[in-house]
Structures are given as structure tokens and as C-alpha cells.
């Protein structure tokens, strides 16, 4: 080990005994459930064990704060059991929990099915078009509705219900729209028919400008807020010359982080509404490539997006602010040099709460609210791509106090999680065979 990976790993440690680990892995003040383990240790005042111990890939890059990075290595006491509730599925991208216990699954390329309670994959849903297809859906009876380029990392992607769904029955989708001159994300809304075999009054509300002819960073996560807009996460499209600086062009939703009303209209208070130049739909700006979002039980959006190498990061997203992609970023480019011009750290931008190095590859998030599991109230789970898990983040007054590794044992990139309705825990594994899980409380 290089001297100077050597000095960043001690000074991780200190800096974590004297600040990160002041909780020593203790569940937030409302959990029903204290970690006795850590709970015993911060009696004894020990020292913290940050569940990181590898090299990192910027070992000369510093934290801003203590507990940025690193975090306590905490162990839940909840018991829990894994239930393969399907088999079989392509590439799911997301799961989304329907109220009757069933699920609505997207796959990669391009279905939206519904899986059973019991497991039972349904048909595809009609009213989508097949990739690479566009023109008039025989169920809208619309004309022009595009066709899904299932490229790269692109495809049908995440789906979201509506927060009036149980009265409307309406969903949202994102997908990456195959257009004149390459691709964009976009998002559209249709109504679930009785039946649930198909989709009507299909229209897209929403197109990221401007197209770009690649298949990488859609970004692409769907969130409802208590405000009832729907926040769209978008990436960057990965090209270093080109698409990388509209993250700070306000005149781009590249690298943004979008707020608009179910119908597709822009709400009058998002923080760019007035501003010449700027697209109204933007409401946060400085982003690489968010994958998960999750809103809290305050309201408060979270986000995990991708860095590039060593600087995946956990952000509290805010009106109007700017998160730095790519004026700051901690890690380094995937060909191991140095972020050009770029620093960790600069007045009037965002730090992110808590970033990952080396990477966990994040994709989807949910705040666990539910009575499944007292103990993990409060917590962020987080879906682990490359390193092929579900982390669990502790979170007290908006700082990381512990990370756990779930499901490590399985080997499987965790492409989604979600809360179902009755407080059980849903994952989708990111796999041409893939798999959907229950986790719940062991019997």
C-alpha cells in the first residue's frame, strides 16, 4: 500500500471515532428497536469500525466533514426471511407495489407486466409500443406515441402509481425515447384498464432536452411527493465533452433533477419558473447520473446517484441547489486521472451527505416507514449494483451514523427496492433471469 493510501485510511478512522461514530451505529431516536450491539459499544465509548476498509480509488481526496465517507459498520438486530416470489423476469428494472398485494414490474426491454401476489407473471401489459416501433397504439388510439430504444442503458424503466391511483387507476413510466438523432428520457401517464391487461389514454408529458446519441445516463428514477408533483431524476448522458457540462447549464435538463404537475405542466413556485434562459421544469441542477430517490417521512427527497469512479454519492436534495457535477466530485475518471479542473469542494455548491469509495453502483431506494420492521424505521435501503447487495443507511440529523450490507450472501446486482403496503420489503435483481424478493420479519 502506497504511504499516502496508508495516512487517508488512519485519518479515516480518527476523524470517524471523533465525529461520524459519535453515535456508534445507534438507530435514530425513534426506532422501536435500538441496535444493542451498537448501543453497547457507545456505552463503552469504542471506537467505531467503518464497514469500508478497501483502497480507495482517491486516496488523497479528504471529506469535507467527518462521517462523509466510511461509515460506522452497524448490524440490526431483525430477523428477516427471503422469499423468491418469481423467477423468470428480463431485466427488470423497477418494481412498483399495487395495493391489492400484486406488483407492476418494467423489464429493460421494453414490457410492463404484472406479477401476483403468489408469483403468477403475467402477459405484458398492451397500450406500450414494441421497441424500436412507434406510431399509433391501437388501445390509445393516439398517433405519434415513441417507440422505446432499448440500448445501453436505456429502455423502459422505472414506474411509478399515482398518488390518486387507488380512484384513477393511473400510472407513470419513464422509458429512453428513440428520436430523430439518437435518444432522451421521457416519461408518459396512462390509465390501467379494468382487466389490468392494458393501457389507455396514453400520452408522454415529459421529453429531456436535448436528444443525444448514446445509450448511457438516462438517470430515470420516479418519485411523488406530499406536494403531489412528480419528481423525475435525469443524468447527464455520460459524453465528457459534449452532454457533461449542461449538468450546469440551466438551459439543459441534462444532470437535473425535474419537479412538474401529474399532468405535465410546470408548477409556478419551481425555482427557475421566471428565469430567462433557464427550463422551468429544472429543480436541482449538478447531477451525474441518479438512480434512486426516495422522499422521507418529513417530505425530503433523497437521491443516490452514480459518480464515476470512487464518488457515488447520497444527496438531500433541496429547491434551486446545485450538487456540483462536475465542478466538484470526489473520485476520479474510470480511466484513472483526475477529474480535469475539478475539486472536492467549492463555495455554493452542494456537499453530498455521504458518498461511496470505492463505488456501490446504486439503483433504486426506499425509506423504510413501515411496522414490518420497528428497527429499520428511519433507515435508507439502497440497491447495490456492482457490489451486488442492499445497504442500509442509518440517518441521524441528516448525516450517516451506520451502513449495513444486506444480502451480500446471494450474489446478485439489487436493481430496485421497494415498501410494500404491508411493510414488507421488494426487490428486483438486475439479471436476464431475474428474480423478484420479499423480505420480511422471520417466522
Known amino acids: 500500500m502506497r504511504k499516502n493510501q496508508i495516512i487517508f485510511v488512519l485519518t479515516v478512522l480518527i476523524t470517524s471515532v471523533g465525529a461520524a461514530c459519535a453515535q456508534n451505529g445507534r438507530e435514530p431516536a425513534k426506532s422501536a428497536a435500538p441496535n444493542a450491539a451498537a448501543s453497547a459499544a457507545s456505552s463503552a465509548n469504542a471506537p467505531c469500525a467503518p464497514l469500508e476498509t478497501r483502497t480507495a480509488n482517491a486516496p488523497d481526496q479528504k471529506p469535507a466533514f467527518p462521517g462523509q465517507t466510511r461509515g460506522c459498520a452497524v448490524k440490526s438486530d431483525a430477523a428477516f426471511d427471503v422469499t423468491v416470489v418469481a423467477k423468470g423476469l428480463n431485466k427488470p428494472w423497477a418494481v412498483e407495489p399495487l395495493p391489492n398485494g400484486d406488483f407492476l414490474i418494467t423489464e429493460k426491454d421494453g414490457q410492463l407486466r404484472i406479477v401476483s401476489a403468489k408469483g403468477e407473471i403475467g402477459q405484458p401489459i398492451s397500450g406500450l409500443l414494441p421497441v424500436n416501433q412507434g406510431g399509433v397504439s391501437a388501445v390509445s388510439g393516439q398517433g405519434g406515441l415513441p417507440p422505446i430504444s432499448a440500448r445501453g442503458q436505456g429502455g423502459l424503466l422505472d414506474v411509478a402509481l399515482s398518488p390518486t391511483f387507488e380512484r384513477d387507476n393511473t400510472i407513470f413510466w419513464s422509458f429512453s425515447e428513440q428520436r430523430t438523432g439518437g435518444s432522451g428520457t421521457s416519461v408518459a401517464r396512462g390509465v390501467l384498464s379494468a382487466d389490468r391487461r392494458s393501457l389507455e389514454q396514453v400520452r408522454v408529458i415529459f421529453r429531456a432536452l436535448p436528444t443525444y446519441d448514446n445509450g448511457l445516463h438516462f438517470g430515470s428514477r420516479l418519485a411523488f411527493g406530499a406536494d403531489n408533483m412528480l419528481y423525475i431524476t435525469l443524468g ?208
Open 236 to 443: 447527464d448522458r455520460f459524453d465528457k465533452a459534449t452532454t457533461r457540462p449542461q449538468a450546469q447549464q440551466l438551459g439543459s435538463h441534462l444532470g437535473k433533477i425535474i419537479r412538474i404537475n401529474a399532468d405535465g405542466s410546470v408548477p409556478a413556485d419551481n425555482p427557475f419558473a421566471k428565469q430567462n434562459g433557464a427550463l422551468p421544469e429544472i429543480w436541482s441542477l449538478g447531477h451525474r447520473n441518479v438512480q434512486s430517490a426516495a422522499f422521507d417521512d418529513q417530505g425530503r427527497l433523497w437521491t443516490v446517484e452514480h459518480g464515476a469512479q470512487g464518488g457515488d454519492e447520497l444527496n438531500l436534495i433541496e429547491k434551486g441547489k446545485n450538487y456540483g457535477w462536475a465542478v466538484i466530485s470526489y473520485g476520479e475518471e474510470y480511466s484513472g486521472e483526475s477529474f480535469s479542473g475539478a475539486a472536492t469542494q467549492k463555495e455554493g455548491y452542494e456537499q453530498p451527505v455521504y458518498y461511496w469509495d470505492p463505488v456501490i453502483a446504486p439503483s433504486g431506494a426506499q425509506y423504510y416507514t413501515g411496522s414490518a420492521f420497528p428497527g429499520w424505521r428511519g433507515s435508507l435501503f439502497v440497491g447495490a449494483l456492482r457490489e451486488q447487495k442492499l445497504v442500509r443507511l442509518v440517518i441521524k440529523d441528516n448525516r450517516v451514523v451506520g451502513e449495513e450490507h444486506l444480502l451480500a450472501d446471494r450474489g446478485q446486482r439489487i436493481r430496485d427496492v421497494r415498501q410494500g403496503f404491508d411493510g414488507a420489503l421488494y426487490v428486483v435483481t438486475d439479471a436476464a433471469n431475474g428474480e423478484l424478493w420479499k423480505i420480511s420479519p422471520k417466522r
